[in-house]
């Protein structure tokens, strides 16, 4: 079965600060990924999704950015972080016509 | 511009009772409609999938509905339980990478 991971579970960092998140996918082959971020009582809002290795979409421009360096690996990074980057971060695969299966999240808190 | 409303912020419901959640959708001809379940700090879980050409789908003790004409979907619950209490999210998109998500509503099932 197809299982995601997603780490640290929880970061605070000041501002100004780098940010790596990372998600892995297991069980699956060439899945689509993205990168999600959720504020407090809101909706989903996408950040990247990728359909392959190296191929990364950005749908709102910010101070973030995407790597998919391997076919199940997906990074989120950012060189300085702002305070409003603070939020909950998910990861999620899906395959076409399916829908999408979101990692555990990692709450972060911009100091 | 296009706009996901979901009901309410909030829903409460006695336990047994059928649990209607809506979605409506404006400026928007998606070819697919989700329906995820989200716990607090936790990633969303994917329910439901409904074509645009598809008017009901069923899963246990899950129904939606899509209406196109209307921009519409209904999310049904029957003999709702306590455990179903969550935030339900909808998601509609031309496809898996263009999925956009609305705020969600919280459902609270009282024994």
């Known amino acids: 079965s197809q299982t995601i991971h997603q780490w640290p579970a929880t970061l605070v960092q000041p501002v100004g600060s780098p940010l790596s998140l990372e998600c892995t996918v297991e069980g699956t082959s060439n899945p689509n990924l993205y990168w999600y971020r959720q504020a407090a009582g809101r909706g989903l809002q996408l950040l990247f999704y990728?359909?392959?290795?190296?191929?990364i979409s950005s749908e709102v421009p910010q101070n973030l950015s995407a790597s998919r360096p391997q076919d199940r690996q997906f990074i989120l990074s950012s060189k300085k972080l702002l305070l409003s980057d603070s939020g909950f971060y998910l990861c999620?695969?899906?395959?076409?016509?399916?829908?999408?299966?979101f990692g555990p999240g990692t709450r972060l808190t911009v100091t | 511009s296009q706009k996901i409303e979901q009901n309410s912020e909030a829903l409460n419901i006695q336990e047994g009772k059928t649990a209607t959640l809506t979605c409506n959708y404006t400026n928007y001809s998606p070819a697919y409609l989700q329906w995820y379940r989200q716990d607090p700090g936790r990633g969303p879980v994917f329910l439901l999938l409904i074509r645009e050409n598809e008017k009901e789908k069923r899963k246990e003790r899950l129904k939606v509905t899509f209406d196109t004409t209307l921009k519409q979907s209904l999310f049904h619950i029957t003999a709702s339980q306590p455990a179903d209490s969550a935030t339900y999210l909808c998601a509609l998109g031309a496809n898996n990478n263009d999925m956009r998500f609305g705020a969600g509503t919280r459902l609270t099932v009282k024994p």
């Open positions: 999620a695969w899906s395959v076409i016509g399916e829908g999408q299966y």
């Open positions: 990728s359909v392959g290795i190296g191929q």
